[in-house]
T-cell receptor
Framework: ETGVTQSPTHLIKTRGQQVTLRCSSQ?????VSWYQQALGQGPQFIFQ???????GRGNFPPRFSGLQFPNYSSELNVNALELDDSALYLC???????????????FGPGTRLTVL | AQTVTQSQPEMSVQEAETVTLSCTYD???????LFWYKQPPSRQMILVIR??????QNATENRFSVNFQKAAKSFSLKISDSQLGDTAMYFC??????????????FGTGTRLKVLA
Protein backbone atom coordinates (compact mmCIF):
# COMPACT_ATOMS: atom_id res chain seq x y z
CA GLU A 1 0.00 0.00 0.00
CA THR A 2 1.49 3.33 -1.09
CA GLY A 3 1.38 6.10 1.49
CA VAL A 4 0.68 9.80 0.99
CA THR A 5 3.52 11.65 -0.71
CA GLN A 6 4.11 15.37 -1.16
CA SER A 7 6.45 17.45 -3.28
CA PRO A 8 8.59 19.40 -3.00
CA THR A 9 10.00 18.86 0.48
CA HIS A 10 11.15 22.43 0.87
CA LEU A 11 10.45 25.60 -1.07
CA ILE A 12 11.62 29.18 -0.79
CA LYS A 13 9.67 31.97 -2.46
CA THR A 14 9.53 35.74 -2.25
CA ARG A 15 6.55 37.85 -1.31
CA GLY A 16 4.07 38.29 -4.15
CA GLN A 17 5.04 35.13 -5.99
CA GLN A 18 2.82 32.15 -6.65
CA VAL A 19 3.46 28.57 -5.52
CA THR A 20 2.05 25.11 -6.33
CA LEU A 21 2.35 22.22 -3.90
CA ARG A 22 1.57 18.64 -4.89
CA CYS A 23 0.12 15.66 -3.10
CA SER A 24 -0.35 12.06 -4.15
CA SER A 25 -3.06 10.29 -2.17
CA GLN A 26 -2.75 6.90 -0.57
CA UNK A 27 -3.84 4.12 -2.88
CA UNK A 28 -7.62 3.64 -2.82
CA UNK A 29 -8.35 7.02 -1.24
CA UNK A 30 -10.67 9.49 -2.98
CA UNK A 31 -10.64 12.50 -0.65
CA VAL A 32 -7.82 14.91 0.07
CA SER A 33 -7.61 17.62 2.71
CA TRP A 34 -4.99 20.35 3.00
CA TYR A 35 -3.76 21.85 6.26
CA GLN A 36 -1.42 24.72 7.12
CA GLN A 37 0.80 24.26 10.17
CA ALA A 38 2.59 27.37 11.40
CA LEU A 39 5.66 26.86 13.54
CA GLY A 40 4.74 25.63 17.01
CA GLN A 41 1.04 25.36 16.19
CA GLY A 42 -1.42 22.63 15.31
CA PRO A 43 -2.50 22.20 11.69
CA GLN A 44 -5.32 24.44 10.43
CA PHE A 45 -7.80 23.17 7.85
CA ILE A 46 -7.53 24.92 4.47
CA PHE A 47 -9.95 22.92 2.29
CA GLN A 48 -10.96 19.47 1.17
CA UNK A 49 -11.51 17.95 -2.27
CA UNK A 50 -13.75 15.03 -3.12
CA UNK A 51 -14.52 13.87 -6.66
CA UNK A 52 -12.51 16.77 -8.04
CA UNK A 53 -14.65 19.41 -6.32
CA UNK A 54 -14.02 21.56 -3.26
CA UNK A 55 -15.96 19.92 -0.48
CA GLY A 56 -15.39 22.24 2.47
CA ARG A 57 -13.20 25.22 3.25
CA GLY A 58 -11.60 26.71 6.33
CA ASN A 59 -10.93 30.36 7.09
CA PHE A 60 -8.46 31.00 4.28
CA PRO A 61 -8.69 33.69 1.55
CA PRO A 62 -9.47 32.88 -2.09
CA ARG A 63 -5.80 33.19 -3.07
CA PHE A 64 -5.56 29.68 -1.61
CA SER A 65 -7.00 27.36 -4.23
CA GLY A 66 -6.75 23.73 -5.13
CA LEU A 67 -7.32 21.01 -7.65
CA GLN A 68 -7.98 17.31 -7.46
CA PHE A 69 -7.30 15.13 -10.48
CA PRO A 70 -9.06 11.94 -11.68
CA ASN A 71 -6.26 9.85 -10.17
CA TYR A 72 -7.01 11.60 -6.83
CA SER A 73 -3.72 13.45 -6.74
CA SER A 74 -4.06 17.07 -5.69
CA GLU A 75 -2.49 20.51 -5.87
CA LEU A 76 -2.55 23.46 -3.52
CA ASN A 77 -1.96 26.82 -5.18
CA VAL A 78 -1.22 30.00 -3.30
CA ASN A 79 -1.14 33.33 -5.15
CA ALA A 80 0.33 36.64 -4.03
CA LEU A 81 2.41 35.05 -1.29
CA GLU A 82 2.66 36.85 2.02
CA LEU A 83 5.26 36.46 4.76
CA ASP A 84 2.64 34.82 7.02
CA ASP A 85 2.17 32.05 4.48
CA SER A 86 5.47 30.58 5.68
CA ALA A 87 4.46 27.25 7.19
CA LEU A 88 4.42 23.48 6.80
CA TYR A 89 1.67 22.44 4.40
CA LEU A 90 0.23 19.00 5.00
CA CYS A 91 -2.07 17.02 2.82
CA UNK A 92 -4.13 14.13 4.14
CA UNK A 93 -5.99 11.51 2.18
CA UNK A 94 -8.98 9.45 3.21
CA UNK A 95 -11.70 7.29 1.74
CA UNK A 96 -15.22 8.65 1.51
CA UNK A 97 -17.54 5.70 1.03
CA UNK A 98 -20.73 6.07 -0.99
CA UNK A 99 -22.65 6.39 2.24
CA UNK A 100 -21.60 7.34 5.72
CA UNK A 101 -18.60 9.10 7.12
CA UNK A 102 -15.13 9.36 5.74
CA UNK A 103 -12.51 7.15 7.25
CA UNK A 104 -9.41 8.26 9.12
CA UNK A 105 -7.16 10.80 7.42
CA UNK A 106 -3.57 9.77 6.64
CA PHE A 107 -1.01 12.52 6.34
CA GLY A 108 1.88 13.14 4.01
CA PRO A 109 5.30 14.37 5.21
CA GLY A 110 4.50 17.97 4.31
CA THR A 111 6.09 20.75 2.29
CA ARG A 112 7.98 23.43 4.19
CA LEU A 113 7.30 26.79 2.50
CA THR A 114 9.41 29.81 3.38
CA VAL A 115 8.34 33.22 2.07
CA LEU A 116 11.02 35.92 2.14
CA ALA B 1 -17.62 26.42 17.78
CA GLN B 2 -15.61 23.31 18.34
CA THR B 3 -12.29 23.77 20.11
CA VAL B 4 -9.54 21.43 21.24
CA THR B 5 -7.33 22.34 24.19
CA GLN B 6 -4.04 20.76 25.14
CA SER B 7 -2.91 22.44 28.34
CA GLN B 8 0.56 20.87 28.57
CA PRO B 9 2.95 22.51 26.07
CA GLU B 10 5.86 20.29 27.11
CA MET B 11 6.34 17.11 29.10
CA SER B 12 9.17 14.74 29.81
CA VAL B 13 9.25 11.15 31.03
CA GLN B 14 11.92 8.65 31.87
CA GLU B 15 12.34 5.72 29.56
CA ALA B 16 10.10 2.76 30.58
CA GLU B 17 7.86 5.01 32.68
CA THR B 18 4.24 5.97 32.02
CA VAL B 19 3.05 9.40 30.97
CA THR B 20 -0.40 10.88 30.38
CA LEU B 21 -1.12 13.70 27.94
CA SER B 22 -4.29 15.74 28.46
CA CYS B 23 -6.84 16.95 25.95
CA THR B 24 -10.22 18.58 26.37
CA TYR B 25 -12.63 19.57 23.66
CA ASP B 26 -15.86 21.41 23.24
CA UNK B 27 -18.69 20.34 20.97
CA UNK B 28 -22.46 20.14 20.79
CA UNK B 29 -22.36 17.09 18.55
CA UNK B 30 -23.28 13.73 20.01
CA UNK B 31 -21.49 11.45 17.57
CA UNK B 32 -17.92 12.21 16.62
CA UNK B 33 -14.39 10.83 16.48
CA LEU B 34 -11.30 11.81 18.42
CA PHE B 35 -7.71 11.14 17.47
CA TRP B 36 -4.20 11.37 18.78
CA TYR B 37 -1.50 11.98 16.21
CA LYS B 38 2.25 11.91 16.73
CA GLN B 39 4.56 14.24 14.80
CA PRO B 40 8.26 13.42 15.22
CA PRO B 41 11.00 15.77 14.00
CA SER B 42 10.66 14.14 10.59
CA ARG B 43 7.30 16.04 10.40
CA GLN B 44 5.21 13.07 9.28
CA MET B 45 1.91 13.11 11.17
CA ILE B 46 1.33 9.53 12.34
CA LEU B 47 -1.96 8.22 13.68
CA VAL B 48 -1.53 6.88 17.21
CA ILE B 49 -5.07 6.03 18.24
CA ARG B 50 -8.69 6.86 17.48
CA UNK B 51 -11.86 6.78 19.57
CA UNK B 52 -15.48 6.76 18.43
CA UNK B 53 -17.63 8.79 20.78
CA UNK B 54 -20.47 6.28 20.75
CA UNK B 55 -18.17 3.58 22.11
CA UNK B 56 -17.91 3.54 25.88
CA GLN B 57 -14.85 1.29 25.84
CA ASN B 58 -11.55 3.16 25.78
CA ALA B 59 -9.41 2.52 22.71
CA THR B 60 -6.07 0.74 23.12
CA GLU B 61 -3.19 0.25 20.70
CA ASN B 62 -0.30 -1.67 22.21
CA ARG B 63 1.41 0.72 24.67
CA PHE B 64 -1.03 3.54 23.91
CA SER B 65 -4.44 3.87 25.51
CA VAL B 66 -6.95 6.62 26.03
CA ASN B 67 -9.16 7.70 28.91
CA PHE B 68 -12.28 9.00 27.17
CA GLN B 69 -14.70 10.84 29.44
CA LYS B 70 -17.54 11.94 27.18
CA ALA B 71 -19.51 13.89 29.77
CA ALA B 72 -16.40 15.79 30.82
CA LYS B 73 -15.28 16.15 27.18
CA SER B 74 -11.88 14.83 28.07
CA PHE B 75 -9.66 12.60 25.96
CA SER B 76 -6.26 11.86 27.52
CA LEU B 77 -3.53 9.66 26.05
CA LYS B 78 -1.53 7.28 28.24
CA ILE B 79 1.78 5.98 27.00
CA SER B 80 3.08 3.00 28.94
CA ASP B 81 6.67 1.75 28.94
CA SER B 82 7.84 4.92 27.21
CA GLN B 83 10.53 4.48 24.57
CA LEU B 84 13.04 6.95 23.13
CA GLY B 85 11.21 6.72 19.82
CA ASP B 86 8.10 8.17 21.46
CA THR B 87 9.82 11.56 21.57
CA ALA B 88 7.63 13.77 19.39
CA MET B 89 4.92 16.40 19.27
CA TYR B 90 1.52 14.90 20.09
CA PHE B 91 -1.66 16.42 18.74
CA CYS B 92 -5.19 15.75 19.86
CA UNK B 93 -7.75 16.16 17.07
CA UNK B 94 -11.53 16.33 16.87
CA UNK B 95 -13.39 15.29 13.76
CA UNK B 96 -15.87 17.98 12.79
CA UNK B 97 -18.55 17.25 10.24
CA UNK B 98 -18.77 19.50 7.20
CA UNK B 99 -22.12 20.42 5.67
CA UNK B 100 -20.99 18.55 2.58
CA UNK B 101 -21.18 15.31 4.54
CA UNK B 102 -17.48 14.70 5.01
CA UNK B 103 -15.36 16.14 7.79
CA UNK B 104 -12.27 18.06 8.77
CA UNK B 105 -9.99 17.82 11.76
CA UNK B 106 -9.66 20.47 14.44
CA PHE B 107 -6.30 20.14 16.14
CA GLY B 108 -5.05 21.24 19.53
CA THR B 109 -1.81 23.17 19.87
CA GLY B 110 0.15 20.07 20.73
CA THR B 111 2.24 18.68 23.59
CA ARG B 112 5.95 18.21 23.06
CA LEU B 113 6.97 14.97 24.74
CA LYS B 114 10.59 14.12 25.45
CA VAL B 115 11.54 10.65 26.61
CA LEU B 116 14.73 10.69 28.67
CA ALA B 117 17.26 7.87 28.68
Amino acid sequence: ETGVTQSPTHLIKTRGQQVTLRCSSQSGHNTVSWYQQALGQGPQFIFQYYREEENGRGNFPPRFSGLQFPNYSSELNVNALELDDSALYLCASSLTPRTGLTDTQYFGPGTRLTVL
Amino acid sequence: AQTVTQSQPEMSVQEAETVTLSCTYDTSESNYYLFWYKQPPSRQMILVIRQEAYKQQNATENRFSVNFQKAAKSFSLKISDSQLGDTAMYFCAFMKHLTSGTYKYIFGTGTRLKVLA
